[in-house]
């Protein structure tokens, strides 16, 4: 062999050896990639559960807000209800009693206006109120004042009912 040859060969033979080389460093570096990227998908798991977790947590903190609040307003609609059918009861009876003048309602009249009118004073009844003259109302007029304050007093229990479902969604 020539001096040339031996060169080229030991050119191939380095280079042979490089490539190997270069190849062995390839699968060294593949190795610890894929190490690498084991260890950064285990730690993207790890956190995505922990997120999973935190939101489910959220979820159930929230149902739980919400049951309670539902459970506070069945209650205050509950109460609201029963304000109002005692109310409208009360209003019932109310009537009845006018009707069958069992009750009468009568106006205190002013001293002043008294004697300048020509209504004829009730009789003298025995009651809380003394002194005065008393006019007894019309069991008509007297219906429609009920009537009148019946409907005041279901606006008034509807606007407190209102007013409490506002207080409970605020509290939230």
Known sequence: MTA???????????????????????????????????????????????????????????????????????????THHKELSDAQTYQARLRDRLATSELRLSVLLDADSAGACSVPAGTAAVGVVHGGARVRLDPAHAQRIIGITDAGDQGLIALAACQAYVREISRR
Not at 42 to 62: F, K
């Open 4 to 78: 040339a040859q031996k060169l080229i060969a030991l050119l191939v033979l380095v280079a042979v050896l490089m490539t190997g080389a270069a190849a062995g460093t390839w699968k060294v570096q593949d190795w610890r990639y894929g190490r690498q990227v084991a260890e950064q998908a285990r730690l993207h798991q790890g956190d995505m559960t922990a997120i999973s977790n935190a939101a489910a947590a959220q979820v159930r903190a929230d149902q739980d807000k919400r049951l309670a609040l539902e459970q506070r307003l069945s209650v205050s609609d509950q």
